[in-house]
T-cell receptor
Framework: GAVVSQHPSRVICKSGTSVKIECRSL??????MFWYRQFPKQSLMLMAT?????????EQGVEKDKFLINHASLTLSTLTVTSAHPEDSSFYIC?????????????FGDGTRLSIL | DAKTTQPTSMDCAEGRAANLPCNHS???????VYWYRQIHSQGPQYIIH???NNETNEMASLIITEDRKSSTLILPHATLRDTAVYYC???????????FGTGTRLTIIP
């Protein structure tokens, strides 16, 4: 079935560092990918919709200059957390839907646990 | 998208059927019911979806009431690996924007 891969699975870095997270669709092309954030004991919150070849659409309250999204190809979207601070520590998850697939559902990566010291 | 209401937590004995309810009383005619689950520290996993007919796949069955205001996800023979948070989501078919509620934390007890 369709697989979405995220990398890295875990990252620990110092405050002020920028961190890039990659999301790849391994066996299908995804014109649209989604980025979610999940704080401990909370549900997933959609941050932005990543569109191949165009600007991402951000949800209300999400700073686009802080969370840079690039979707340069049909199989790769990246999320860069710029100048990360401890409050950005969270579980970041991406998803994509295979538009050509028979199954109308999103496929999720296994997430990236970001810890800012 | 319509809002869903689920119990916060449930327990189920291993080997028994786990029945997870979901209320979606404001669902509109073109909205589907999707179920995902999230095992600790992993991304959500798709389980099943339906519009108005009952659905079954290798993972679970989905029972949707005739008025579509509620549904039940059934895991026929729960195993310890089914321990997870289960999310019921209502969305338009092809609507790629999923809104996650708080879900039901299902614990399978040996």
């Amino acid at each position: 079935g369709a697989v979405v891969s995220q990398h890295p699975s875990r990252v620990i870095c110092k405050s002020g560092t920028s961190v890039k997270i990659e999301c790849r669709s391994l066996d299908f092309q995804a014109t649209t990918m989604f980025w979610y954030r999940q704080f401990p004991k909370q549900s997933l919150m959609l941050m932005a919709t990543s569109n191949e070849g165009s600007k991402a659409t951000y949800e209300q309250g999400v700073e686009k200059d802080k969370f840079l999204i690039n979707h340069a190809s049909l199989t790769l979207s990246t999320l860069t957390v710029t100048s990360a601070h401890p409050e950005d520590s969270s579980f970041y998850i991406c998803s994509a839907r295979d538009p050509a697939g028979a199954l109308e559902a999103q496929h999720f990566g296994d997430g990236t646990r970001l810890s800012i010291l | 998208d319509a809002k869903t209401t689920q119990p916060t937590s449930m327990d189920c004995a291993e080997g028994r059927a786990a029945n997870l309810p979901c209320n979606h009383s404001t669902i509109s005619g073109n909205e589907y019911v999707y179920w995902y689950r999230q095992i600790h520290s992993q991304g959500p996993q798709y389980i099943i979806h339906g519009l108005k007919n009952n659905e079954t796949n290798e993972m679970a069955s989905l029972i949707i009431t005739e008025d579509r205001k509620s549904s039940t996800l059934i895991l026929p023979h729960a195993t310890l690996r089914d321990t997870a948070v289960y999310y019921c989501i209502v969305a338009n078919f092809g609507n790629e924007k999923l809104t996650f509620g708080t879900g039901t934390r299902l614990t399978i007890i040996p």
